[in-house]
């Protein structure tokens, strides 16, 4: 069926490119963002009818794509009838919210945020409904968060809505994170991550010793994602989102992927009493406590969320309660809400868009003033309070007869119808108090705006709801019986039991409940009418309970306090404590290694004395050991030092016919050498009168380190050297001698690894340049030197004592002047070095040199300049922009690599082959030439940001002494 | 002893008196740098390498391998020229800061006249 996965990756692909596209739309671009989206969302449903008449009869489309084959990775789409119906809520529902939207949002806000992460949103809840493979519906159920987090700040000026999407992202992100951990240990359990081996495995896994942690990490997951107890309260923080958001994610769609979850994986671990208890105790707790609590509340929304938490905790109960027919009801209660609820949040939100208040207490009599607006409410209200002829009314009643069913006798079973009609009186009363108090009554006083209507197509998406209310209603078997029998064939398979979709059931029990909650219902709020205005924002008592009081206390407590006083514990600031554990840690793992080595002794007898190598290599250590000996009160010295055992190891390379290495080697020591002595500008003098420094602590804490460091030296030398002297036998190494320039088509064998051959490390390896030199550049941007160290340097100050006292000299003439020789061979010297450079670059391939070496090259070439003159002067007649050069360096880079995939190779594949230029003749061209000037431009780009970072240092600090001395 | 061969008596007694001379320049420089008394007296002696020090083995390297290739190989000249243009840059920056350390350690309230 390639047609139908073609369709399914489709589905898949098309919200996640209208994101990208949403995103680049100028920022007032509304009516183009709706189009966009609008059309997406369309597009997702022409592409569900086409997918229908495949899983129909409880068929499942599978999708594999092969990601990485060679570790037997693949990612596998499924598509069955209950992921159908959901989508069809996801896409349609979406639909009408991005026309809903394009009305509610005001011209000033961002719009293409908003659409681009409400499309990404869409995209990765149908990843997560396609999914199938387990890890990765975890991935796009974290996807979900995360645009649920985005999108609740949206309107990140308010706090309320930071703190809503923060909190929303810890409860539900945490709650993934339990998800993940259950689903690979699911995974361990069945030995494969494949959705429907999991399914099939119910008995491998409820008798496995595993099950109940796994279950009880599994509903974690569900039960944060879907707000129940105790878990609910991110839900009503939520509602700082736009209200659109609301109806889509925090009502319709994503508050659903918990119970989602608990319906398509209930065969596989339900129908145990563990799951019985927890899943229908859970979901009957929040069904009661949400109902009873949205009375209370005063703002409109605040009653939706609660009522939304109080519906999805019958879901859950449907699920946890497990029977065929509770699956049955489960899934046709999941559209049925979805449908009345997402026309309530989009009323509310024109109330609250035409009024200029979500507040019940002000609001009344809206009637008058927005009769059809009216209407339509309160039609959805009553299908919310499950009045027949309406939506809501047939799956309350199918809710209402599993609750009364027995199933094993428990406590908790016994009690269930009477716990379903009790929340069910609460919510005929806030459905009640919502219609009455908004809608009824006086006119209003003293609103912000006055109310009227709104524009034609804001009500369209509610009209459109509130008919299917009625149209499922009225006529379920006709509308929706299809689509539902799909789900249901697709969840239970061969245990789908036999239903009828009628709204006359005869005089029954559940007909007997719903007169009852009906009843009661009215009662209640007649009762309470007068006094809820006046009351507290919560039920009597339950009010003073604040789960997010809890919660911030908690994070207080997990992100600040604990981790300071472990802080505290066990770290230090101090680096030298740091370092030597890092030493000390790395000594043991050597000697945990090499204990058993007995080929450690280095074999003297082998190889040649020969005295001038000899004596570079002592004249290199004796410079390396003096860099250390002076290091601490002689900076200067122990630099030049530094540089002498660097050219020990130059000269190395160079005897031991390594040049390319020992011309890298040269280079890098005289930038190395010369960055470092323009850092030496900014420390400051060492004290060497420390009392504390001739005490004995002191001495002993010197001598440990001393020993440290000694027995990791000579150990790494030792090591070093035995693996020198061992005769290596065959090795990779012969094997790129002999194909560097049949394979590579270069004669430099290092720089043919280099670009060719280990291109990808390469490639990694700039990529890391990168970022070091950004982060060197963001370090040195806010450092600020110790006072001693800010002034000017001595010499200048005498220079400028000597003009002033001169006759027609100013102040700054001799400093002007003091290098005028060097600077001008310096200045001259600028094309030879750009031409070296690039004599470098091009011979790379073949003959020692290469992007890395030109580079650094060039680099020298700036750092002259910058020691020639001053950086004003420099730079008022050399603009180089470092981030510009390691930007297109990576882009060139990425986009040779990515060249191959043209060729239909893999990334980074090189080409090599002659070519034939006008007067210069035969050359070499290889595409890794190409790669090699990315790696050139990286590291010119890098080296110079670096010195640039050093260099403004002086400009600044004489910048602050100006505005002193002013 | 492969490739010399191919060099003509007259030819490797020239190369041979430039190299001896130039590495023996450079020696009595080296010599110079650690013998004489004073800094100032000091920086002089490397001078001797780098001007003519280098000029014989350069041109010893140039005849060598001129005759070698049967072609003028020209490009050492590129090195004597860096070596000319540079050291006495070098040698004239080190100057300049001892003469200013001495002028201010010896008398910190008297500047540098000219430097």
Partial sequence: ???????????????????????????????????????????????????????????????PVSWVPSLGLNLTFRLDGFAWLFLLLVQGIGFLVVLYARYYLSPKDPVPKFFSFLLAFAGSMTGLLLSGNIIMLVVF?????????????????????RDGARMALVVTGAGGFCLLAAMLLIGHVVGSYNLDRVLASASMLRGSGLYVPILILFLLGAFTKSAQMPFHFWLPNAMAAPTPVSAYLHSATMVKAGVFLLVRFSPALGNTELWFWLVAGTGMATLVLGAVVALFRHDLKGLLAYSTISHLGLITALAGIGSPG??????????????????????????????????????????????????LAIVAAASMAGVPLLNGFISKEMFF???ADWHNGSILDDALPYLATFASIFSVAYSLRFIHTVFFGPPPVDLPKTPHEPPLLMRRPVELLVILCLVIGILPAASLGPYLQAAVTSVLGRDTPDYSLEIWHGFNTPFVMSLIAMGAGVLLYVLTARWLPGSPEGPPLLHRIKLQKVFDRMMLLMSWKWPRQILLRIGTERLQPQLRLLVALALGAAIWVLADAGRLVPDLTEGSFDPAFTLVWIVGAACALGAAWQAKYHRFAALVLLGGAGLATCITFAWLSAPDLALTQLLVEIVTTVLLLLGLRWLPQRRTDIAADRLMAARVRRGRDLVLAAICGGGLALVSYTVMTTAPGPSIADWFLANAYSEGGGTNTVNVILVDFRAFDTYGEITVLAIVALTVFALLRRFRPASESTGLPEQQKLQDAADHRADGRQPGDTLDNYLLIPSVIMQWMFPAIILLSAYLFFRGHDLPGGGFSAGVTLAIAFLLQYLAANVRWIEDRLRILPTRWIGIGLLIATATGAGAFLFGAPFLTAHAQYLDLPLIGKVPAATALLFDLGVYAVVVGATVLMLIALAHQSLRHSRSRDKEDS | MSHLDAIPLWAAILIALLLVAGSSLVLIGSIGLVRLGSFYERIHAPTLGTSWGAGGVVLASMLTFSILGGRPVLHELIIALFITITMPVTLMLLGRAALYRDRAEKATDEPPKRV
Wanted: proline share 4%; aromatic share 8%.
């Fill in chain 1, 1 to 63: 069926m390639p047609i139908e996965h073609n369709l399914l990756l489709a589905l898949l692909a098309l919200p996640f490119l209208g994101s990208l596209l949403a995103a680049s739309l100028p920022a007032n671009a509304r009516n183009a963002e709706a189009w966009l989206s609008g059309l997406v969302m369309l597009g997702g449903l022409v592409l569900l009818a086409g997918l229908f008449p495949s899983v129909s009869n409880g068929q499942v489309i599978r999708a």
């Fill in chain 1, 141 to 161: 159920w974290e996807m979900t968060s995360l645009f649920s987090f985005l999108l609740i700040g949206y309107w990140h000026q308010s706090a309320a809505a």
């Fill in chain 1, 326 to 375: 509770a699956i049955v009801a489960a899934i046709f209660h999941i559209v049925n809400h979805a449908v009345f609820k997402a026309s309530l949040f989009m009323a509310a939100g024109i109330i609250d868009h035409e009024s200029g208040t979500r507040d019940m207490r002000r609001l009344s009599g809206l009637m008058r003033l927005m009769p059809i607006t009216g209407t």
């Fill in chain 1, 401 to 403: 007869a599993e609750a």
